[in-house]
């Protein structure tokens, strides 16, 4: 069985092929200003650095979570997860470019971020952004990201991931490496819940500033888990078409379209907390949060539930979807896609909000806020449904990302051969 | 299930049994007198028991002003009781359903117990809000029947009525997993039982055979039956969420609720198994069947729930600091500086702190100080619904209408009176059914038995075996 993977040269020019057409996309995005400062290069770039980053992340959530429930089932295959989570150091990167701007006041992605807003005497004085200064400020969101993002990477996925391939060559029967990182794993729990709640809320929340949900961080996070077992399922899918992966049957295949079904209805259980909740008790501040995306992205409002529901729901129900692969990788494409537009919807309308007001406050003479027309919006391309440039910044991102993973899968053997529990996944059956 | 078990994993049924023993084991509980303990146990539960028909008779007798509910705090000790036991029942089901469908073999050692278990707190638990309406026999208004009251119709838009559907069929969905497990292990001890007793377990037991088909249409409804429960365990703590959360009461409307609800639920669940079992094998002589083992498994799904809940703690004060309304943010001073901060105090001390101990192996396996924090959660837990309850509603928006609330000797006699009720029900049900799984404890003997994994494991060529087989893969990479 051929377990050492080979990235050839083919698949890399292929890949680079997307990431030009990505960085081409993205630079184009920056010559649109339809919505002003540049609006829609940044939320394209946070988007999407924030959807990638987050599936590295929930990959090493994931095999810290498995490896201390003591699961069996998953270990043949979880080399793909250990190559995930080496894309955090990328993602660091890119988030920088985001902290650079907030310096520089390159964009206004944030509305907390702009001058005066703490200010009393200044016309821009926000009391309510005032009272979040302490959490919502450029120092936070700077060393908070880089604190946090290097933390995963540095100090548990690097780690976690050298002793995991030492343990093909120096592995023992007293499994010393396998007790090593379940210590990691458990010690990576509790801080990967805290740390990844603070990033959501300043990446992602904080772009409808006065808004806030107690339940935010969890919902996105769940959509990060969706994304990463979809993706997860569709790079085995493909690596076992090259021949490689033999041992992984569709046993486990079946396994992955579980969890596939049944986090896409806990994604849909906590969506429905989240809106049910705040519908029902119709509190303004924050049911806007809503209303601005039912009334002006309906598009985007309903394609998520019908991706990230209705159709999942309905295609996985029954047994045989979850071993067929044409279907599992229809489903895997619905919900991938499916969740990055979730989190272009959690994105993009806040930002194009805080575009126009920061134009209307710097063009409007008596510092009056300039209030947009009421009434449905019209159609803004990259704002109201992703455009091509959009698709292709898309592409341009999966592609570095699958670049990094596949360059780290050739770096060790796809199968990690002394792990204790190799023995039960390789005779895995449902 | 994989015959092929790591090196690593740890035996889950010690004493080197045998299926004979096993059943031996099991069966013998219900076929032998009580010993002493368990009629103390008894004579002591039906005691509690009394105490509580006398506050239920005195209440109704005299009406719910026998309570200590006034003008603004309309919920007290009935709703965070009601709420704490609901909690408690939501274990059984989640041992018995996700556990199963996640397929852990240690659930078949605490399974039967746990939804017994579980049984009975819905029972204990229904017994306040049916109280509250104040003239119970009233109570069949509540479901929504084609009925002679004219326009009077239940409020379809409230989540209390919700919470009425929900948990009737959260119950029913139990009751039936329950009894579905228990007819094989019916059959087995009608099997070994002469006369009246033989008849009366025959009848129970539905008439099984262990023919094929009935193993086969048996595992067939465990699965289906697994499926519902899931999303039923998830939704009857989500909605007893919803019955605060719906609400513009700060404190009580945040989104992150639901979740953290069904957490805290399993979190103080798992901890009323263990205070059972850790009883129950000692007074049974159980303890090859609930091992060490499964009490540190439990313990670390404790560890972890616990710590979802905390989480959810600091997330709702960091929220409420975060969302710059000063009536959520004085709704949360209020709980940890308030009037009832002990309760807050309580609360936090018992379900978020105290269980980090159990980050430390040799505590998650030792028994006396497992008992003790169990017994610890338990009382945290019914301190988060005080705290969520009654702190909130001392200190409204009016501050005219500002209380203070304790109960009356009624309102304690009736929650003591539900211990009497759950430990008489369980009391009775180790006497008449197996304690523990006999089937499902047979069906991972060759997985889990400590002759075949493990240490000492005699039946040394098995693991070996598999041991080798892990090992396939590692041989033909060592020959490219």
New interface residues.
């Given amino acids: 069985?051929n377990?050492?993977f080979t990235f050839e040269g083919k698949q890399r020019t292929t890949l680079i092929g997307f990431i030009i057409l990505g960085a081409i996309c993205l630079g184009l995005s920056f010559l649109d200003n339809t919505v002003p400062y540049h609006m829609r290069f940044w939320s394209n770039f946070l988007h999407n650095t924030v959807f990638f980053t987050g599936i590295s992340f929930i990959s090493l959530f994931v095999l810290a979570a498995f490896t201390?429930?003591?699961g069996?089932?998953y270990v043949v295959m979880k080399r793909v997860w250990e190559a995930y989570s080496q894309f955090l150091i990328v993602g660091l990167l890119l988030m920088l470019v985001i902290i650079a701007g907030v310096w520089g006041h390159f964009h206004h992605l944030y509305h907390w971020a702009a001058d005066g807003i703490t200010d009393p005497n200044s016309p821009a004085y926000d009391?309510?952004l005032a009272?979040?200064a302490g959490?919502l400020n450029k120092y936070w969101y700077t060393f908070g990201t880089i604190g946090f993002i290097g933390m995963w990477y540095f100090v548990f996925a690097v780690p976690m991931r050298r002793i995991s391939v030492a343990e093909d060559t120096e592995g023992t029967?007293d499994?010393e490496h396998?007790e090593r990182y379940r210590k990691f794993s458990?010690f990576f729990?509790?801080i990967a819940?805290?740390s990844s709640?603070a990033m959501i809320?300043q990446w992602v929340m904080s772009i409808d500033s006065?808004w806030?949900?107690?339940?935010?961080?969890?919902y996105s996070t769940a959509s990060w888990f969706v994304s990463a077992l979809a993706l997860t399922i569709m790079t085995i899918i493909w690596l076992k078409s090259k021949g490689y992966y033999e041992?992984v049957t569709d046993e486990h295949i079946h396994d992955l379209g579980k969890l596939l079904f049944a986090f896409s209805?806990f994604w849909t259980?906590?969506w429905f907390?989240?809106f049910?909740?705040?519908w029902?008790?119709n509190?303004g501040?924050e049911t806007i949060y809503f209303k601005e995306r039912v009334t002006n992205y309906p598009v985007l409002w309903y394609g998520n539930l019908v991706m990230n529901f209705v159709l999942p729901f309905l295609i996985l129900m029954r047994n045989s979807t979850k071993r067929k692969y044409g279907t599992l990788i229809l489903c895997c494409l619905l919900t991938f896609f499916g969740h990055w537009w979730d989190f272009f919807m959690m994105i993009k309308p806040g930002a194009k909000i805080n575009a126009d007001h920061a134009y209307h406050a710097a063009h409007s003479a008596g510092g009056d806020h300039g209030h947009a027309a009421h009434g449905v919006q019209g159609f803004v391309s990259g704002f109201t449904l992703p455009g091509f440039l959009e698709i292709g910044i898309f592409l341009g991102f999966l592609a570095l990302f699958l670049y990094v993973v596949l360059g780290q899968l050739a770096k060790a053997?796809l199968?990690p051969?002394?792990d204790?529990?190799?023995?039960?996944s390789?005779?895995?059956?449902v | 299930m994989s015959a092929v078990v790591s090196k690593i994993r740890e035996p889950l049924i010690t004493g080197g049994k045998s299926y004979h023993d096993i059943t031996e084991d099991l069966c013998s509980p219900t076929e032998s007198v009580p010993n002493a303990t368990w009629i103390f146990a008894f004579v002591a539960s039906v005691g509690l028991l009394t105490v509580g028909l006398f506050c239920i008779f005195w209440t109704i007798w005299f009406g719910i002003g026998a309570w200590n509910l006034n003008r603004t705090i309309g919920w007290g000790w009935d709703i965070t009781n009601f709420v704490w036991w609901i909690g408690i029942g939501h274990a059984g089901t989640l041992i018995s359903a996700i556990l199963l469908l996640f397929r852990q073999k240690w659930r078949t050692g605490v399974n039967r117990a746990a939804e017994a278990m579980t049984i009975f707190a819905v029972m204990c638990a229904g017994l306040f809000p049916a109280l509250h309406t104040g003239r119970p026999w009233f109570d069949f208004f509540m479901f929504p029947y084609p009925n002679s009251r004219g326009p009077l119709w239940v409020n379809f838009n409230s989540p209390l009525l919700w919470d009425l559907f929900a948990i009737s069929t959260y119950f029913t969905v139990s009751l039936l997993f329950w009894y579905t497990g228990l007819v094989p292990d019916f059959a087995t001890v009608r099997d070994r039982a002469t006369g009246l007793r033989k008849k009366i377990y025959n009848f129970l037991s539905f008439g099984w055979t262990g023919s094929a088909k009935h193993w086969q249409r048996w595992e067939y409804l465990s699965l289906v039956l697994a499926g519902l429960a899931t999303p039923l365990v998830l939704s009857v703590h989500t909605i007893v969420s919803f019955d605060f959360a719906t609400s513009v009461i700060p404190g009580w409307h945040t989104t992150i609720f639901p979740p953290y609800f069904v957490a805290g639920a399993v979190f103080s669940g798992f901890a009323m198994v263990l205070t059972l079992m850790i009883m129950t094998r000692k007074i049974l002589s159980l303890e090859d069947y609930i091992t060490i083992e499964h009490i540190e498994s439990m313990n670390k799904v404790i560890l972890c729930t616990g710590s979802i809940v905390g989480v959810a703690y600091l997330t709702e004060l960091f929220v409420a600091w975060y969302s710059g309304y000063v009536y959520e943010q004085f709704a949360f001073y209020n709980r940890a500086a308030g009037i009832y901060w002990w309760s807050y105090f309580g609360m936090m001390a018992c379900n978020v702190i105290s269980p980090q101990i159990f980050w430390i192996k040799k505590f998650r396996r030792n028994i006396f100080i497992t008992f003790f924090m169990s017994i610890f959660i338990n009382i945290g837990m019914w301190f988060e619904r005080f705290v969520i309850i009654a702190t909130t509603l001392a200190r409204d928006y009016l501050p005219s209408s500002w209380s203070y609330y304790y109960p009356t000797w009624v309102e304690m006699g009736i929650y003591i009176g539900t211990f009497g009720l759950f430990f008489v029900l369980f009391l009775l049900f180790t006497r008449v059914a197996p304690v523990v799984a006999i089937a499902e404890v047979k069906s991972i003997l060759k997985t889990g038995g400590d002759q075949y994994v493990g240490k000492n494991a005699t039946h040394a060529h098995h693991h070996a075996a598999s041991h080798d087989h892990g090992h396939d893969s590692h041989d033909d990479h060592h020959a490219h």
């Fill in positions: 069985m377990n050492q201390t429930a003591y069996g089932w009391p309510i009272g979040k959490f029967t499994f396998h458990a729990l509790p819940a805290f709640a809320w006065h806030y949900s107690t339940m935010f961080a969890w041992q209805v259980y906590l907390s989240q049910m909740l705040i029902y008790a509190i501040e053997s199968v051969k002394n204790p529990y190799l023995g039960e390789l005779h895995h059956h």
